[in-house]
């Protein structure tokens, strides 16, 4: 149980929520604050807490109007199920909430306009969080589902792009409908703000996620896959071949011709022990 009570000590309150609740108090919104409050907390521990159970390294757990993000040191290398079980977890937590409040208010226990306050934000936040948007779930459970079929680095990327260009037309459907509403303009601009960040920090997450795989911290995985290459690509090119859940083996060809086949780990080693990196992959032939 100690296990999953230090989650608590781990919980931070964003700048943006006390915005939200400012503008809440100033507008006698006090409830709509609670409901808010509460909704998020649990939403976010029910990460927090399938994540420990999974023992992920645990960073932080962010609490923010529309969800939250719990910040974990773990870099795509981990099985897919369970980052799907982490993921789905959080919006999983809405279902019972409802459940809770309809049986709360069939017996008269709380008031109907209490349910269907409740009930508009919980089911708001539900839907919010699985637009496929980094950071929220659906750009997560995205993330996950592109990068089992292209390689980290690519489904990294194409999660970005994608997830930019629904913001951008998001922004112009709120610009159009709701020019006035500052915590949506709030919300956006966070959100513009972490795909900003994330791009920024794409090549760290990278390598982050190469290293886990150098030091043997992929749990497993699903398929060997080989990864045919020319001899004359560098080394850096190969690795952003790498794909989660696989196991590589690097075919090194001239032409149409067959020189040497690698280990992966033998070109996460010249990369990161031998400092290789301008390295071309025919040049390890010499060494292994």
């Known amino acids: ?37 509460t909704i998020v907390f649990i939403h976010e521990m029910g990460h927090a807490i399938c994540a420990r159970f999974f023992s992920w390294r645990i960073k932080h757990i962010v609490l923010l109007p529309f969800g939250g993000v719990v910040e974990v040191d773990e870099y795509g290398n981990r099985p897919f199920k369970e980052e ?41 936040i539900f839907l919010f969080n699985l637009i496929p948007v980094w950071p929220l779930d659906g750009g997560k459970l995205l993330f996950l589902c592109l990068s089992y079929f292209y390689p980290f680095s690519i489904a990294h990327r194409q999660m970005l792009i994608f997830s930019t260009i629904t913001v951008c037309i998001m922004t112009a459907f709120f610009f159009v409908i709701e020019p006035f509403q500052l915590n949506i303009w709030l919300i956006l601009g966070f959100i513009l703000y972490s795909l900003y960040t994330e791009h920024k920090q794409r090549m760290f997450a990278f390598m982050r996620f190469l290293l886990e795989r150098y030091y043997g911290k992929m749990k497993e995985f ?16 190969v690795l952003l071949k790498f794909q989660r859940g696989c196991k590589h083996q690097v075919i ?37």
């Not at 086949?261 to 025919?282: C, M, P, W």
């Open 1 to 37: 149980m100690s296990k999953y009570l230090v989650l608590l000590f781990k919980i931070h309150i964003h700048p943006l929520f006390w915005a939200i609740a400012a503008l809440c108090i100033v507008t006698a919104q006090f409830q709509s604050l609670c409901m808010l409050f």
């Open 84 to 124: 799907l079980y982490v993921i789905i977890s959080g919006p999983i937590q809405h279902v019972w909430l409802q459940g809770a409040a309809l049986f709360l208010s069939q017996y008269g226990l709380i008031e109907g306009d209490f349910y269907e306050l409740f009930t508009f934000y919980n089911v708001s």
């Open 222 to 237: 699903y398929s060997l896959k080989p990864i045919v290459v020319n001899s004359e690509e560098y080394v850096l090119e």
């Open 252 to 288: 090194v060809q001239k032409g149409e011709k067959k020189l040497f086949q690698l280990d992966e780990n033998e070109i996460l080693h010249a990369y990161f022990s031998e400092k290789r990196t301008n390295a071309k992959v025919g040049d390890l032939m010499y060494v292994y």
